[in-house]
Structures are given as structure tokens and as C-alpha cells.
């Protein structure tokens, strides 16, 4: 079983649909959660960290629950320019041993 | 502006050929990893640099080692690179356990 995983998609979803990704995490020792963006051929970028009582950014909402050892992204009024793959990931203490998820393929269509 | 710069974007190498990958950072971050990414995968961590100190990731081969000369330059080596070497290496900074920010990676084809 991989230690972060994720549904890889691709989802595709019409100008201003609500979409929603889950990834869950094996190791209960995990301390930090993060959603990266990443295009086509690019580097990841941070799109938000993922805090206990959860947060938003805009468009976006993260949620952790750590009971059941998911976090999950919600994205409002997807916009084409949201297409991109949205990698899950996990620090365990210290926060240098980061494991990447293999991300979730977001297509939004005209 | 400050950043993550990795030279070259792309290399060609041959198999069992030495290659050596480079990065630099503006952003004064004490911590660098090297990350390997293929096809449709996840980025995966091979080793990251506190300062000074290596860490290497248990999983790593020995095919593959790093060199940090000074705080802004961080070099990935690969001592005889295979076909399965082929794929992107990202290379990030993060100050202390922050986030980590990314460098455009460099895009590895071995022949």
C-alpha cells in the first residue's frame, strides 16, 4: 500500500462545476499536509498548506481529518486556468521527509 | 527576483555516462532536496541537505549522490546513469521545515 494516496482522475469537469479530491495517508506519525499544483511538464507549486481545523484560500478549501487519515481539496467556480494535476502531500516530524501522492488530473472544460 | 534555478533543463546522457545536475537558490533557505519525478508519478525524495548535514533517503540507490558546497548550490550526481534514470529531478529549498519551493527541474533522456 503506498504511504499517500490518490484518486489519479482525470476528472473533468464544465467552467464553474464544485470539485472535490481525497487523499489519505497511511503513517498516523504524519504532522503536516500540503495540496501542491503542478502543470504539464512544470514544478510543483504550493497551493495551500492544510491546517486541523481546516482553511480556506478563495476558490479553494482544504480539510484534514486525521481520524481517518484524509485530507481533502474542494475547488468553487473551477476555472480552466484550475487545469492541472493537484499532488497530495505529507511531512512526518520534522517536516523533511515529505512524501508526494501521484497527484489528481483536473480538466475543466469551456 | 529570489528563486529556485536549475541548470541544465535538459540533458542527454549516454548510458553508464557520468552526468552532473545543478542548483542554485536566491532565497538564502538553509534546507535543499533532490527529488526525482517519472511519467505520471509522484516526485520522490532522495536526499536533502540541512545546512551541512546529508540525509539520504534509505531507498536511494548508491548511483546517486549529492554535493552541497555552499549554501546556494546543491549538485546531483549520478555516477552511471540507466535507462531507469531517466525523469525529471527537481530540485527544492525550504528554510527549516517550511514550505518547500521548486525549481523548474531538469529533464534527464538517457540514450
Known amino acids: 500500500r503506498k504511504e499517500v494516496e490518490q484518486d489519479p482522475g482525470p476528472f473533468n469537469v464544465p467552467e464553474g462545476a464544485t470539485v472535490a479530491f481525497n487523499c489519505t495517508y497511511s503513517?498516523?506519525?504524519?504532522?503536516?499536509f500540503f495540496w501542491y499544483r503542478q502543470d504539464c511538464r512544470k514544478e510543483p507549486k504550493l497551493l495551500m498548506s492544510v491546517y486541523s481545523s481546516g482553511n480556506e484560500d478563495g476558490r479553494f478549501t482544504a480539510q484534514l481529518n486525521r481520524a481517518s487519515q484524509y485530507i481533502s481539496l474542494l475547488i468553487r467556480d473551477s476555472k480552466l486556468s484550475d487545469s492541472a494535476t493537484y499532488l497530495c502531500v505529507v511531512a512526518y516530524t520534522g517536516g523533511f521527509k515529505t512524501i508526494f501522492g501521484a497527484g489528481t488530473r483536473l480538466f475543466v472544460k469551456a | 527576483d529570489a528563486m529556485v534555478i536549475q541548470n541544465p533543463r535538459y540533458q542527454v546522457t549516454q548510458f553508464g555516462k557520468p552526468v552532473t545536475l545543478s542548483c542554485s537558490q536566491t532565497?538564502?533557505?538553509?534546507?535543499m532536496y533532490w527529488y526525482q519525478q517519472k511519467s505520471s508519478q509522484a516526485p520522490k525524495l532522495l536526499f536533502h541537505y540541512y545546512d551541512k548535514d546529508f540525509n539520504n533517503e534509505a531507498d536511494t540507490p548508491d548511483n546517486f549522490q549529492s554535493r552541497r558546497p555552499n549554501t546556494s548550490f546543491c549538485f546531483l550526481d549520478i555516477r552511471s546513469p540507466g535507462l531507469g534514470d531517466a525523469a525529471m529531478y527537481l530540485c527544492?529549498?525550504?528554510?527549516?521545515?517550511?514550505?518547500?519551493?521548486f525549481g523548474p527541474g531538469t529533464r534527464l533522456t538517457v540514450l
Open positions: 503513517n498516523s506519525a504524519s504532522q503536516s
Open positions: 527544492a529549498t525550504s528554510l527549516f521545515q517550511g514550505t518547500q519551493y
Open positions: 532565497l538564502n533557505h538553509n534546507v
